[in-house]
């Protein structure tokens, strides 16, 4: 079993910055792409960045230029730093990593989600 645990969301002001962690624990043979994802109620998740195990990186238009993605792999975390936040921001954000259990046994997680509000 692989877990996730979530942390960093909060309240903010528009402008401001917050950073997000996720870790992985567990039965981890490898990680192929720790990503974060947002959603509002009623809408569909959506990516806002991820980063594979080559350090690759991908993020959504709306956050190119403000939002970092990163990761320790030794730790297993993945990191999203949000600077100059806007209140069109506010979502749930929620971690998702995907790997193997074993050589060939492939595992997709997702975190609990954590919620960022921007105040304007």
């Known amino acids: 079993q692989v877990q996730l645990v979530e942390s960093g969301g909060g309240l903010v002001q528009a402008g401001g910055s917050l950073k997000l962690s996720c870790a992985a624990s567990g039965t981890i043979f490898s990680i192929n792409s720790m990503g974060w994802y947002r959603q509002a109620p009623g809408k569909q998740r959506e990516l806002v960045a991820v980063?594979?195990?080559?350090?690759?990186?991908n993020y959504a238009d709306s956050v190119k230029g403000r939002f970092a993605n990163s990761r320790d792999n030794a730790k297993n975390i993945v990191y999203l730093q949000m600077n100059s936040l806007k209140p069109e921001d506010t979502d749930g954000y929620y971690c998702n990593v995907v790997g193997y259990y074993s050589e060939y046994n492939q595992f997709g997680m997702w975190g609990q989600g954590t919620q960022v509000t921007v105040s304007s």
């Open positions: 980063i594979t195990s080559d350090g690759s990186t």
